[in-house]
């Protein structure tokens, strides 16, 4: 298949097609008599991986180390785990970020009462920076 299909098929930019295969991360295909890129199977298997990798939020370098393990079905997978694991604390602290960040906008966001500007209590409660950042750090 050509690029244009297989970017359709997985439902990825022709870019990124191209990116992938310039950092090593999707090998470079068969051209045609027309000097075509000429996908096959394997291509469309490896950029899926690829991109539901991405999806879940793993880093490039996760990736190529996770693609560097299915490549060599015979070594442990132990790295796997490891690597997934590393990515669930980054997950669940981002989640606890954004719980104090939300916790705080409901916190703001309720403290309009209307009337002047120089009355409002959202940008006095935001101007007390430091009261915030100590209470919820």
């Known amino acids: 298949m050509k690029i244009g299909e297989l970017a359709k098929a997985t439902d990825t930019q022709v870019e990124t097609i191209r990116y992938y295969e310039r950092i090593g991360l999707l090998s470079a295909p068969g051209r045609s008599a027309a000097n075509y890129r000429i996908y096959d199977p394997s291509h469309r298997s490896r950029l ?21 393990l299915a490549d060599h079905p015979e070594r442990d997978c132990a790295e796997a785990d490891n690597i997934t694991t590393r990515h669930l604390g980054q997950v669940e602290a981002k989640i606890s970020h954004l719980t104090r960040l939300r916790d705080e906008l409901v916190r703001v966001s309720g403290r309009c009462r209307g ?3 120089s009355d409002c209590q959202v940008i006095e409660t935001l101007a007390d920076h430091g009261h915030c950042t100590a209470k919820h750090e």
Do not use: K, P, V
């Not at 991405?54 to 370098?61: A, E, H, K, V």
């Open 48 to 68: 899926s991986f690829i991109r539901h990798s991405r999806q879940l939020g793993f880093t490039i370098d996760d990736i190529r180390s996770l693609l560097d």
């Open 115 to 117: 009337g002047l500007s």
